[in-house]
């Protein structure tokens, strides 16, 4: 079974502030893991994968299989930001079949 | 075109009513895929399509019954709904599966409610 965790449902930080959405997973084998962001009324869209290594609007995202975790980290965090952030995953036997965790909204204050 | 779309936007229906959603991609994928998503919840997979035949269906209700009628369009016929359907209905495409590169494009969704 696959499984992901996203322990805070909700984040509120100060704009300029450094930002950190956790994500862990459970899955026996080579999962594939996703960050989706969902602004206020946009479609869902993908922000990250793991595979790629690569920065999207200033955010990063690191594959630590010892600890199965995906944290999403931003630096210093801007008020656009502020959306809900999916963690997903898709495990290798399982097509494409994605497993999403309950999600994180952030909030980016003043 | 890179963007997946959807009618209508939203949707009124009573429990006796018949409707239907519909997707469109023309980014050539050959996957394409129905989530139900909850307010402030996760989108949860509903159908998937992979070349114009179902590959899943997590055990979804009867009176929702899927169609792919082409490579380009999906459709999600509803019949004898119940108000606890009510919810966003996504659709989303991608690269086939177990393509090494499949991210799954979402369209913005239709906003149903079932009275």
């Known amino acids: 079974a696959q499984r992901v965790t996203q322990p805070e449902k909700l984040l509120s930080v100060f704009k300029g502030a450094p930002v950190e959405l956790k994500c862990n997973y459970s899955?026996?084998?080579?999962?594939?893991l996703f960050w989706y962001v969902q602004y206020s009324r946009q479609r869902l869209q993908l922000l990250l994968r793991h595979i790629s290594r690569e920065s999207i609007k200033g955010f990063t995202a690191d594959l630590n299989k010892g600890e199965t975790s995906f944290h999403l980290k931003k630096p210093f965090a801007q008020e656009e930001d502020s959306a809900m952030y999916y963690c997903a995953l898709r495990g290798g036997t399982s097509g494409s079949r994605l497993t999403f965790g309950e999600g994180t909204q952030l909030t980016v204050n003043p | 075109d890179t963007e997946v779309t959807q009618t209508p936007k939203h949707l009124v229906m009573g429990m006796t009513n018949k409707k239907s959603l519909k997707c469109e991609q023309h980014m050539g994928h050959r996957a394409m895929y129905w989530y139900k998503q909850k307010a402030k919840k996760p989108p949860e997979l509903m159908f998937v399509?992979?070349?114009?035949?179902?590959?899943i269906n997590e055990s979804v209700p009867s009176r929702f019954s899927p169609e792919c009628p082409n490579s380009s369009l999906l459709n999600l016929h509803l019949h004898a709904l119940q108000p606890e359907d009510s919810a966003l209905y996504l659709c989303?495409?991608?690269?086939?599966?177990?393509?090494?590169?499949?991210?799954?494009?979402f369209g913005p969704g239709t906003r149903l409610t079932v009275l």
């Open positions: 989303a495409s991608s690269q086939p599966l177990r393509s090494s590169y499949n991210e799954q494009f």
């Open positions: 399509y992979s070349y114009e035949k179902l590959s």
């Open positions: 899955y026996s084998g080579s999962p594939e």
